[in-house]
């Protein structure tokens, strides 16, 4: 597998997710304006609401199949902005991590397919918040890492529950911010948070601008603790605009079914003229030694 093996754009949709379970991949992302892509896509569908989540199915990372909503909003707290879901496995459930209203809410599934729903309709934090990702680590404590909404949009970091349906600690340091050169081209953004653990050491990656700019771009930060502090890589931004794509982050990673080779789920804009919709991208990633000896994270994108 390399990167130049995928039918870039895959489909509309923006903040991607896909989990890898049982040997077959689904995605979880914002529902854009959808069309019928060209022919070598198998994707269609007629789907132009954002009240909930559909969930795509592939066997390959090429072609995806619609299997239908897999989260309505008559399930869950809130009726609107549902953006950027994420899935987790554990303990024999699916842990959907969800946005709308610009809160942050958790629903339960039996499948990957759904249906996903909350018991209890409440918030999963009470304050503003947006972009849940659900990072476990080697001792099995996940960790939720999201974005509050004030001075603009800032990533930081809790700990959730044994049953995932709380927060057991909240961390109130904040871990990323929009400050660098690159980062503040649109708004002061930092947002889209999603971690990987390689030879011990936390590589938190985030997406910084507004997500209309051409800039918007994803950049990464190390730790050797999951709460920080975080030191942002001199290198960034590791995925940014080329001469074809443009608008891209907001990403998640998943590896081959061998778990050899990492792979990035990105979006990107319709077009250098037209922001959306945004559609999915993919692109495989690698780590390679670093000059101070700590790897480094490379997106191979985009292409």
């Known amino acids: 597998m390399n990167e130049n093996n995928f039918p870039n754009p895959i489909m509309p949709g923006a903040d991607p997710f896909v989990l890898l379970h049982d ?4 995605m979880y992302c914002t529902v854009e304006n959808s069309e019928k892509l060209t022919d070598h896509h198998s994707f269609h569908t007629s789907v132009n609401k954002q009240d909930g989540y559909y969930v795509y199915r592939s066997q390959d990372l090429q072609s995806w199949e619609n299997m239908g909503l897999c989260l309505s909003s008559t399930d869950v707290m809130g009726d609107k902005w549902f953006w950027a879901p994420e899935v987790l496995y554990r ?3 699916f842990y959907m991590v969800y946005s709308a209203e610009e809160h942050i809410g958790m629903a339960v599934a039996d499948s990957p397919l759904g249906p996903f729903r909350q018991t209890e309709k409440k918030w999963l934090y009470a304050e503003k918040a947006i972009d849940g990702h659900m990072f476990v680590d080697d001792d099995g404590t996940v960790y939720l890492y999201y974005v509050r909404l004030h001075n603009g949009n800032q990533i930081y970091v ?6 995932l349906l709380s927060i057991d600690v909240l961390y109130e340091d904040c871990l990323i911010k929009a400050e660098e050169p690159w980062e503040t081209r649109d708004c002061l953004v930092a947002e889209g948070p999603f971690v990987l653990k390689h030879k011990g050491i936390y590589y938190l990656t985030y997406s910084a601008n507004h997500t209309r700019c051409r800039d ?3 950049g990464v930060a190390m730790s050797q603790s999951p709460v920080g502090p975080f030191e942002k890589f001199k290198g960034n931004p590791i995925l940014h605009k080329n001469e074809r794509f443009c608008g891209v982050g ?7 079914r061998d778990g050899k080779v990492l792979i990035c789920a990105y ?3 319709d077009s250098y003229e037209c922001f959306r919709p945004r559609r999915v991208c993919l692109n495989t990633a690698r780590f390679v030694p670093g000059e101070n000896g700590m790897d480094e994270l490379i997106i191979n994108g985009p292409q």
């Open 216 to 218: 918007y771009a994803v």
């Open 91 to 93: 303990n024999g459930k």
């Open 23 to 26: 040997g077959t991949y689904y």
């Open 158 to 163: 809790a700990k959730l529950s044994e049953d």
């Open 250 to 256: 907001h990403h998640s990673f998943t590896t081959s």
């Open 267 to 269: 979006h990107c804009h």
